[in-house]
């Protein structure tokens, strides 16, 4: 693989759990940029939230994505907030193929409404906090190269195929190259 395939979207869209696939299939590393982040601090991305804020978070998400992006290429998955900076943008244009993994409110609601791992969603009213970052980061997650539907009930392993499959149809050659 030439590129990085760089897994971008909401919480609750898969990131990680089609990613890794992605990788397994594809037989390349699978990198994490939220888990790497919390290795290299030693803090779970709640604890950084909580004790140096997100302007801090994205400064480390930033640099990590960079440190990431500059290895060997293989399948990255981001936290949903990355693609929101124009800098992380570039980095991940640069340096590989976006894959937006689009998902609508209902099915990201039930994916996240168990978990109390995702600081953003800390509200009175997780699932309009849900739907308004939903509104104001659709229309920068289409900006992606590629608009992948995780809405469906596939396994992750059909998921994983299918998304091989689209990105064989509208990037030719990407996966091939050496
Ligand atoms: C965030 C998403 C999280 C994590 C942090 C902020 C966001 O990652 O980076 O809680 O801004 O949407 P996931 O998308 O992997 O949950």
Known sequence: MKRHIVMIGMMGAGKTAVGSELARQLRVSFTDSDAEIETAAAMSVSEIFARDGEAFFRDRET???ARILQGRPGVVSTGGGAWMQAGNRELIAAR?????????????WQR?????????????????????????RYPTYAEADITFDANSNDSIET????L???????????????
């Not at 998902?103 to 990201?108: E, G, H, K, N």
């Not at 409404?113 to 104001?136: C, F, H, M, N, V």
């Not at 998921?159 to 299918?162: G, H, L, N, V």
């Open 63 to 65: 640099q990590i994505l």
């Open 96 to 108: 590989g193929l976006s894959v937006w993994l689009k998902c609508d409110l209902v099915t990201l």
């Open 112 to 136: 996240v409404r168990q978990r109390s791992t995702r600081p953003l969603l800390r509200t009175a009213d997780p699932k309009g906090t849900l739907a308004r970052l939903i509104e104001q």
């Open 159 to 162: 998921a994983a195929r299918r």
């Open 164 to 178: 091989i499959a689209q990105i064989r149809r509208e990037v030719p050659g990407l996966l091939e190259a050496k």
